[in-house]
C-alpha cells in the first residue's frame, strides 16, 4: 500500500472516468482524459531520460497543463517544482539552480526571461512551452511545444512501481530570504494536507482507496482561487481530486471571474487566502448580483479572515459555513475554526487544533494546556523532512521534545478556556513596543473592522524611547476619505492602548504576496522611504 500522489489520482480515475475533473476558463478535462494527458508527457519526459528523483520546473499561472505537468511528474517518481511566476531575472536564476531543474514546462510569453536565465542553469536541459495566446519567440531556448509533447507521447500508464516514500518539493518564499524548497514524503504531506487525516476528527484514511471509492457517490465542486504555486492551491486541488470531485480554476485572480465561474460550475467550496481575496471578492459580489446559491462553504487557508470580514460574509452568505484553516508550507495542517451566522463574532482568531499540534514555549518543552498559556506552534507526526540543501536552516524549525520531532515555523498562540486557541501571529514579525509584545495580526484585524479600511499592515517602527512603535500601512477603501483620528479612537475600542499604531502611512493599494499573504518587508521600505501621514504619539 502507497500514499503516493499519482497512485492516489489513479485510483480517482479508475472509480470516475467520466466525470469531470478539472476546468479553467472555457476548457476541461474528465478523469480519464486528465490521466492520458498526463501519461502521454510522463512518457514523453522520459524520452528524454528524466526520471525519479528529478526535478521538473511548472512555470506558470492556473492552468491545466499545470497539473498535467505536475501529475506527470509524479508519475514518473519525478517532483515538480513550483515557479512564481512573478519572479524577475535574479530570482528565476537564484530558484532554477538551487532546485537543480532538469527540465522546465513553461507558458509562452514567459520565454524571453527564460531564455535569459537558461544560460546559467547546466542541469535544465528540456523545456517544454505551453500556448497561451502570445507571440513570444521561444527558439532562442530550443523550446518543444507543449501539444506536440502530448501528441507524440504514449496515453497508456505503463510505469513503475511508486512508493509513498517519493519526494514532494513545495518551494515558500515566506516573507523574506531567497526561496526555500520544503521537502515532504509523499505519504506524510498526504496526511498532513491531502485528505489523509479527517481534519474535524482527526481520524487516518483507513488505505489508498479510501477518497476515491468514498467519491463514486458524487463529491463537492472546488474552486481554489489562489495561485495553483502555493501550497495551499495545491492541497485544496488534488485533495478534492483524490476524491473523486471537481476542481475549477480562474487562470488568475480576478473577483468577476471568481464569481462568473461560481454561477457557470455550480461551485460548492471557495477556498481563498483571507482578507487580501475575502474583500474584493464582496465588493464584486454586491456591485454585480451573482448567483452564489450554490456555495455551502468558504474558507480561509494560509491568511486568518478579521473579524469583520466575516462577519460581512455570513450576513451576506447566512447558510455558507467559514472555516480558517491554519498551517504553512513547513508545518500542514495545525488546526481549523468555524464560524455559524449564530455564533459569537467578538473572539479574536479562534481555531481548534489538529491531533498532532501542541505549544512549545521557548526552551522547546511542551505548554501545558492551560487558559492563558502562550506558546509557539508546534506539530508532530507526518511533518517535513526539512529544506531542500539547506541543514542549517532546517534546523531552525525542528525540535525534539522527550524523543519526538516537531516542526515550528515559528507562529505563536494562547489556550483559551474552551480548548481553543487564539492566534497571535508570527513571532519574526511581532513588534517589541516598551517591552510590549504586539503581533500584528491582532491589529490589522481591529484596523480593517474601520469602515473606510480596506486592507492594513502592521510594523514595526524604531523608536528612541520605545525601541519600537507600532506602525500601520492602510489602504482606505475606493471613495472613501479616511478620517485619522477617527481610526484611531475606533482602534482604542478593540485593543489596549498600547498596541494601537503611533505612525500611520495611507497608500493607495497595499503590495501582497501572489498568494495574498502580507509582504511585510514591502511594508518596512515604504515606512522608511515616506513620512507617515500622521502620528499619533498618545499611549
Known amino acids: ?159 513503475g512501481e511508486r512508493s509513498g516514500d517519493d519526494l514532494y518539493i513545495l518551494y515558500t518564499g515566506g516573507t523574506t530570504g531567497y526561496p526555500k524548497g520544503v521537502m515532504w514524503r509523499h505519504e506524510d504531506v498526504f496526511r498532513a494536507l491531502g485528505g489523509g487525516i479527517d481534519f474535524v476528527t482527526g481520524e487516518y484514511v483507513p488505505d489508498e482507496w479510501t477518497l476515491a471509492e468514498q467519491g463514486r457517490q458524487g463529491a463537492l465542486v472546488r474552486l481554489p482561487v489562489a495561485p495553483l504555486i502555493h501550497g495551499a492551491a495545491q492541497w485544496a486541488a488534488f485533495g478534492a481530486l483524490f476524491a473523486g470531485g471537481t476542481v475549477v480554476f480562474v487562470p488568475q485572480f480576478d473577483p468577476d471571474e471568481v464569481w462568473r465561474a461560481v454561477e457557470r460550475h455550480k461551485v460548492n467550496v471557495l477556498t481563498i487566502v483571507g482578507d487580501a481575496m475575502a474583500r474584493p471578492l464582496l465588493d464584486a459580489y454586491h456591485g454585480n448580483g451573482y448567483d452564489a446559491s450554490s456555495l455551502v462553504a468558504v474558507s480561509s487557508h494560509a491568511a486568518l479572515f478579521s473579524q469583520s470580514v466575516k462577519q460581512e460574509y455570513l450576513a451576506t452568505f447566512p447558510n455558507v459555513v467559514l472555516t480558517d484553516a491554519i498551517g504553512s508550507s513547513e508545518s500542514g495542517f495545525t488546526g481549523i475554526g468555524m464560524m455559524a451566522k449564530d455564533a459569537d463574532h467578538s473572539a479574536g482568531p479562534r481555531v481548534n487544533f489538529g491531533k498532532d499540534a501542541v505549544l512549545l514555549d521557548d526552551d522547546g518543552g511542551v505548554v501545558p494546556a492551560e487558559p492563558g498559556a502562550v506558546g509557539r506552534i508546534g506539530r508532530r507526526g507526518h511533518v517535513p523532512l526539512g529544506y531542500y540543501k539547506d541543514p542549517a536552516k532546517s534546523e531552525t524549525i525542528f525540535v525534539e521534545v522527550d524523543g519526538v520531532r516537531y516542526v515550528v515555523p515559528g507562529d505563536y498562540a494562547r489556550y483559551e478556556d474552551d480548548g481553543t486557541v487564539t492566534l497571535l501571529g508570527r513571532g519574526s514579525q511581532c513588534v517589541n513596543t516598551g517591552g510590549e509584545k504586539v503581533f500584528p495580526e491582532e491589529v490589522e484585524g481591529a484596523l480593517k473592522s474601520h469602515p473606510d479600511v480596506f486592507d492594513a499592515l502592521v510594523i514595526g517602527v524604531p523608536d528612541g524611547r520605545l525601541g519600537q512603535r507600532v506602525g500601520a500601512i492602510v489602504q482606505p477603501r475606493a471613495g472613501r476619505t479616511l478620517d485619522l483620528t477617527a481610526l484611531d479612537a475606533h482602534v482604542r475600542t478593540e485593543i489596549a492602548g498600547y498596541k494601537v499604531p503611533r505612525s500611520i502611512w495611507i497608500v493607495a493599494e497595499i503590495a501582497r504576496l501572489p498568494s495574498g499573504k502580507p509582504d511585510y518587508p514591502w511594508a518596512q521600505r515604504h515606512a522608511a522611504e515616506h513620512e507617515p501621514a500622521a502620528d499619533l504619539l498618545k499611549a
Open 1 to 159: 500500500m502507497a500514499f503516493n500522489i499519482a497512485d492516489l489520482l489513479e485510483h480517482a480515475v479508475d472509480v470516475v472516468p467520466d466525470r469531470t475533473a478539472v476546468i479553467c476558463g472555457d476548457r476541461l478535462l474528465t478523469y480519464a482524459e486528465l490521466d492520458e494527458r498526463a501519461n502521454r508527457l510522463a512518457h514523453h519526459l522520459a524520452e528524454q531520460g528524466i526520471g525519479q528523483g528529478d526535478h521538473i520546473g511548472v512555470y506558470s499561472r492556473n492552468s491545466l497543463e499545470m497539473i498535467e505537468t505536475m501529475f506527470a511528474a509524479y508519475k514518473l517518481r519525478a517532483i515538480a517544482i513550483n515557479v512564481n511566476y512573478r519572479y524577475v531575472e535574479s530570482e528565476l536564476a537564484y530558484l532554477f539552480t538551487n532546485a537543480d531543474l532538469v527540465a522546465l514546462v513553461h507558458e509562452r510569453h514567459y520565454s524571453e526571461r527564460v531564455a535569459a536565465v537558461l544560460p546559467g542553469a547546466p542541469t535544465l536541459k528540456h523545456v517544454l512551452v505551453v500556448e497561451d495566446g502570445s507571440d513570444a519567440d521561444f527558439a532562442a531556448h530550443g523550446g518543444v511545444p507543449y501539444e506536440e509533447a502530448i501528441a507524440a507521447g504514449s496515453p497508456e500508464r505503463g510505469f
